[in-house]
């Protein structure tokens, strides 16, 4: 579970999910964490390097800002941020399990992220920590059926809608690390996605709409598959959904960009 607070928080830099998942998949049944620098950033998928401003500074400086703020507890005297040393640190319960606002990321979704290279051709400057932030802000917008829903489906479809630029501007990457991060999140089979068709206003100007997103599975709290689950079905009745809610006015619109 990934709080929305460090979803959102613009102010770090993009590793902070990736950081997270990190403590949150390798503490021990005690709640505590062994780790050094060098062992974060090779698992969160960068390479070595000591100098100045580049990964281990950068998770170093992520990591202290974690311990100052509560996220893990470890003792000052014994503590030692550098390269292949060794800390023992205990996390904090609150901070690592939530009731409410928080975006889930399996760990067999994880895993696919961490070797995403070997689903996707589209490799280049992209990372782990781009995906899983990527995909932990769609999660925590999705909307959802309550378990006890009695009502048609199709009127509560699961599913997250938004324009690029307003990702954009609530998790701090460029609209182009964001398309790319969903095309590859598709490749992973995590997610589908479709974008609305392009509309014009009542001054005849051409506008891009939202874009649907919808998991590709869905997990029962087992994390098992649910076999009735449909994401051809989601999209669909997501589509409804906002021309029924008026979320499209348009004059008229084009299936496809010329």
Same mark, same amino acid.
């Given at each position: ?11 770090? #830099?993009?590793? &902070? ?9 390798? &503490? +021990?049944?005690?709640?505590?964490? +062994? ?15 000591? *100098?100045? $401003? ?58 696919? @992220? ?10 280049? &400057? ?17 909307? &959802?059926?309550?378990? #006890? ?16 630029? $307003? ?10 690390? @964001?398309?790319?991060?969903? *095309? ?41 598959? $649910?076999?009735?689950? #449909? ?6 009745? +997501? @589509? ?19």
């Amino acid at each position: 579970m990934i709080p929305k607070e460090l979803i959102l928080d613009v102010t770090r #830099n993009e590793k &902070r999910i990736i950081l997270y998942s990190y403590f949150a998949s390798k &503490r +021990g049944l005690d709640n505590t964490i +062994g780790f050094s620098c060098n062992s974060v950033v090779e698992w969160c998928g960068y390479k070595k390097n000591y *100098n100045k $401003d580049k990964s281990n500074d950068l998770f170093i400086a992520m990591i202290n800002q974690f311990i100052s703020e509560g996220y893990i507890l470890i003792d000052k005297d014994k503590i030692n941020i550098c390269r292949d040393y060794c800390n023992i640190a205990e996390l904090d319960e609150d901070k690592f399990t939530y009731d409410s606002q928080f975006a889930i990321v399996y760990l067999n979704e994880l895993e696919r @992220i961490l070797g995403f290279k070997k689903y996707t051709k589209d490799v280049n &400057r992209m990372s782990p920590a781009i995906l899983i932030l990527v995909l932990s802000y769609l999660r925590v917008n999705m909307l &959802r059926r309550q378990e #006890n829903y009695i009502g048609k489906e199709s009127d509560k479809p699961e599913f997250c809608y938004r324009m690029y630029i $307003d990702i954009e501007k609530d998790i701090g990457l460029s609209n182009r690390y @964001i398309s790319r991060a969903v *095309n590859i999140l598709n490749d992973l089979d995590i997610i589908v996605s479709q974008e609305m068709v392009r509309y014009k206003d009542e001054n005849d100007n051409w506008h891009t709409d939202v874009t649907l997103f919808v998991n590709r599975y869905k997990y029962d709290k087992q994390g098992h598959k $649910d076999k009735k689950y #449909n994401f051809v079905d989601e999209l669909k009745w +997501g @589509i409804e959904y906002i021309k029924e809610k008026k979320y499209l006015k348009k004059k008229f619109s084009q299936d496809t960009e010329q």
